[in-house]
């Protein structure tokens, strides 16, 4: 695990600085962007888009989710602060239901399509539409595709270990 002192997380920050640093020094560099605002707008447009999925997808895994936990409550209030009371003590079940359900599936894979979309679109704009010297920048896109899949493959091969033994 990376600490605050680490000496590779200043690495990246000195790099990251450094390119900010660079591109603040040569303003003059930065007026190429004009040329290329029709790119700008795809990919703005591309990153809503990916967020759009991302957050679709979190709205499905929750969903499917709260219909386990919530399942028979209907509108009655006390029956829904019991099933919340319950989720501590029930969760393995709780757990095991949803994710084997067919809306919390689509809901992660899209939830994880656009999360590593939102870093391969930024790091392609930062390619495309930066010059050389701020290409330093393409640490942070880097860094959350690194981050996304990191836990979401494991986290993925554990949801279909469950579904086996289910």
Do not use: Q
Request: aromatic content about 10%; hydrophobic content about 55%; proline content about 3%.
């Amino acid at each position: 695990m990376l600490d605050a002192s680490s000496p590779r997380r200043l690495v990246v920050w000195l790099i990251i600085v450094g390119s900010l640093l660079w591109t603040a020094y040569d303003w003059n560099g930065l007026s190429t962007i004009k040329n290329r605002l029709g790119t700008i707008v795809v990919f703005v447009i591309a990153l809503t888009l990916s967020e759009i999925l991302f957050i679709a997808g979190a709205c499905f895994v929750a969903g499917a989710v709260g219909k386990h936990v919530f399942a028979g409550c209907g509108w009655k209030p006390i029956r829904v602060a019991a099933a919340i009371r319950n989720v501590r003590r029930s969760y393995r079940s709780l757990a095991s239901s949803a994710i084997s359900s067919r809306l919390f599936r689509i809901g992660f894979n899209l939830n994880w399509i656009g999360a590593a979309a939102t870093g391969v679109i930024t790091a392609l704009g930062i390619l495309i539409v930066l010059p050389v010297h701020a290409w330093g920048l393409l640490l942070l896109p880097i860094l959350d595709i690194a981050a996304t899949f990191g836990w979401r493959i494991p986290v993925a091969a554990r949801i279909r270990s469950l579904e086996g033994s289910n």
